[in-house]
């Protein structure tokens, strides 16, 4: 019953649950339970369902009162029904009987009917087959007639015959799978004499046409083999008699060892012939704008496949990948043979006729260029890994001071990297089916580039001994070397673009898709970006080693105060030598390199400078809070020692000693600070400078 058909009485507003929730198709006990223990007790809803239960009740009980008389009434009408129900039962068994004569006799004549039609067809096929018979007994007598020895070899219109023959043929094929009767059996054996008679005869006029390159002659002789249906067997005649023997004469070891060209050579012999010998062919075959045949195709059938299996048998070791040299010339001189070999295919139907041969494609995967790159990358890869292997030492610098204003790389290692990254796009190790890998590997060496130069500037170097000797710069050996390791990075990266121009000109076909995925991320701007990222680490490592030979002269700066405690000097004029020792290091690396690296150096010595004057200030600020605290300290004694001893105090005589410390502290500040713009750098791009000229001025002036 459907719902539209339950008029169930509606449950109190106050209740859990509604009237409708009972009369769902998808009714669950206790799935209606559940839903609604989470909203009310299980005691509520127990009292609910009672409540519902005595309304069901009290509908039901309605219900029956008020349809009792209907159901009194439906028991009374049925009386005699039984009886009207046999009256009916007679005539209805009388009229099924007649039904079932009809469909016997229409079941019958269907049968009768069906009979005629079949031994009708019979007939009319007896009389086809008898009328095919007669044609066959009259074709057979005329190719018998047309084919005779002496008639055919004498007559000068030879090809005339064999079109004549050739519409022969067709009528007897035609009326021979036309006929019926077993008696064209002992008639087959004829026929297919006859063929095979003529089949020698036109094969032998076909090829006599093909050596006489008569152009008029061969296209009769290639419209009877369209019209015989015998187009392969032209194909393979020219395969078998013409094509095969010089392929034979030209594919073998001997040519491909001896010749210095070696199988490029061989290519082009077979290019030849194919342009000599089939070239008549394939006018007449590929050419549409001309008088041509069509449905042959001697470039595939006829050549292509005899050149592939006589390469699979004779030298298929010019697959081997082993020598990649070898493997790579011979490849390309492949690549070109077939892309000429494509160039002769006219039409796009021809061309895709090639492509799509399964031999044609064979040949290409038994270029196993997979290996050849895992070759390639081998070879590559343990080269960089040689050079960069090898531990950090003077040695990996190439070039002097000089070469850093020159388009050359200063390191062993860079330079290695950037002629490996060259040779994997050079024409000998290149190969266009391999561009995704290529471009991969390029990839990877940038990042393993990227990943020794972090390891280089965590390596310990050792101490070196020259450091006391500051007459030449260049005893700084790591310092060297990060400033080369800086630049070659800096010219790495600026070369990178010019690696994309070299690979966007070996694409055959640029689209703008393949360059957003050559430049784009996780290529090469990803790379740059990421190299980038290096050269902050390199400046902290220059600045560091930079700081290393100045910070420890200014330990000097402790033992000023000892200079002019009760040693009666005078006031100091001249800066302390420690002054001249701390900066004479960062002078000579501008002497030395200002004219080289202009740039790089002004922003090195700024951050070197900057870090040095907070040491330096840091050691200022200790030696005037020491003098200050001392300065006090004797002022409290001396106060001590007047009420002592009843005495007035006496007033100071002279400049003090602490006053000479700190004249000589602001005399020493000055002259580093000279000695900075002596360097053409500006105290105002050097931080820490202005506060440590104010922290000297501020204390001679208490």
């Given amino acids: 019953m459907s719902k539209e058909n339950i008029n169930l009485p509606k449950a109190p507003k ?54 009792y008389t209907d159901f009194v009434n439906l028991s009374s009408n049925l009386i005699g029904l039984d009886k009207a129900i046999n009256d009916l039962q007679t005539p209805l068994g009388q009229l099924k009987e007649e039904v079932m004569q009809v469909q016997q006799t229409l079941d019958d004549e269907i049968i009768a009917i069906t009979h005629n039609i079949t031994e009708s067809k ?32 004498e007559s000068p219109a030879k090809i005339n015959i064999l079109e004549q023959a050739a519409a022969e043929f067709n009528q007897l094929h035609f009326h021979m799978s036309r006929c019926k009767l077993d ?4 008639k087959q054996n004829v026929c297919e004499k006859l063929e095979q008679s003529y089949m020698t005869h036109l094969n032998e006029f076909f090829l006599a046409c093909i050596q006489e390159r008569n152009s008029t002659l061969l296209i009769h002789c290639l419209r009877i083999y369209v019209t015989l249906d015998k187009i392969c067997d032209a194909e393979n005649l020219v395969k078998k008699e013409i094509v095969s023997p ?54 595939v059938n006829s050549f292509w496949i005899d050149v592939e299996e006589k390469i699979e048998l004779y030298i298929k070791c010019i697959f081997a990948p082993g020598d990649p040299v070898i493997f790579h010339s011979r490849y390309v001189a492949t690549l070109e043979f077939l892309e000429k070999l494509e160039a002769e295919c006219i039409t796009p139907e021809s061309l895709v006729v090639l492509k799509e041969n399964s031999q044609y494609k064979n040949f290409l995967k038994k270029w196993n260029l997979p290996v050849y790159f895992q070759i390639r990358f081998q070879e590559i890869a343990s080269g960089i890994e040689t050079a960069l292997t090898e531990p950090i030492s003077p040695a990996f610098v190439k070039g002097t001071l000089q070469t850093l204003t020159k388009n050359d790389f200063s390191l062993y290692a860079t330079s290695v990297m950037w002629e490996n990254l060259e040779k994997i796009w050079d024409n000998d190790v290149y190969l266009y089916q391999l561009f995704h890998r290529f471009w991969k590997f390029s990839l990877q060496i940038c990042a393993r580039y990227q990943t020794w130069i972090q390891t280089a500037l965590k390596e310990i170097w050792p101490i070196e001994n020259e450091i006391g000797n500051l007459s030449k710069v260049e005893h700084s050996t ?43 991320y996780d290529s090469l701007d990803e790379t740059i970006k990421n190299l980038k990222t290096v050269c902050p680490q390199i400046t902290e490592e220059i600045v560091n080693e930079l700081l290393k030979q100045c910070v420890t002269h200014l330990k000097q700066v402790s033992d000023i105060p000892r200079l002019f405690r009760r040693t009666k000097r005078d006031v100091p004029t001249k800066p302390c030598a420690y002054v001249k020792n701390t900066l004479q290091f960062l002078v000579k690396f501008h ?61 100071a005589q002279g400049i003090s000693d602490d006053e000479k410390i700190r004249i000589q502290l602001q005399v020493d500040v000055q002259a580093y600070a000279n000695l900075i713009t002596e360097m053409e750098i500006s105290t105002s791009n050097v931080h820490n400078v202005e506060e440590l000229l104010h922290a000297v001025k501020t204390a001679t002036k208490r």
């Avoid at 690296?597 to 030696?623: F, G």
């Fill in 591 to 651: 002497a030395d390199y200002k004219k080289v690296i202009p740039e790089n150096v002004n922003n090195w010595l700024e951050l070197a400078l900057s870090s040095l004057t907070k040491h330096y200030l840091v050691s200022v600020t200790d030696v005037l809070t020491s003098v200050q605290k001392t300065e006090e300290s004797l002022r409290r004694l001396k106060k001590i020692r007047d009420k002592s001893t009843g005495s007035l105090p006496s007033e």
């Fill in 246 to 299: 010089l392929i034979y004469s030209v594919i073998n070891i001997e040519h491909l060892q001896t010749d210095l060209l070696g199988l490029q050579n061989i290519y082009n012999r077979l290019l030849n012939i194919l342009n000599v010998e089939l070239k008549q062919l394939l006018d007449i075959t590929l050419h549409p704008n001309r008088l041509s045949v069509k449905g042959f195709n001697f470039l």
């Fill in 478 to 520: 790591k310092l060297n070397f990060l400033i080369c390791l800086y630049k070659d990075l800096e010219r790495f990266v600026n070369m990178l673009p010019s690696l994309l121009e070299i690979a966007r000109s070996k694409l055959k076909q640029e689209t703008p898709i393949v360059l957003k995925l050559l430049k784009g």
């Fill in 14 to 67: 106050d209740l859990c649950f509604s009237e409708i929730d009972f009369i769902q198709s998808n009714f669950n006990v206790d799935t209606f339970l559940q839903e609604h223990k989470k909203s009310t007790k299980l005691e509520t809803m127990r009292d609910d369902l009672g409540i519902y239960l005595k309304l069901l009740r009290s509908a039901m009980i309605d219900l029956i009162n008020r349809d």
């Fill in 122 to 153: 019979k007939i009319r096929e007896y009389k086809q087959s008898v009328f095919s018979l007669q044609h066959i007994y009259k074709s057979l007598n005329k190719l018998s007639s047309i084919l005779s020895l002496n008639t055919f070899l």
């Fill in 183 to 186: 008696i064209i059996n002992d």
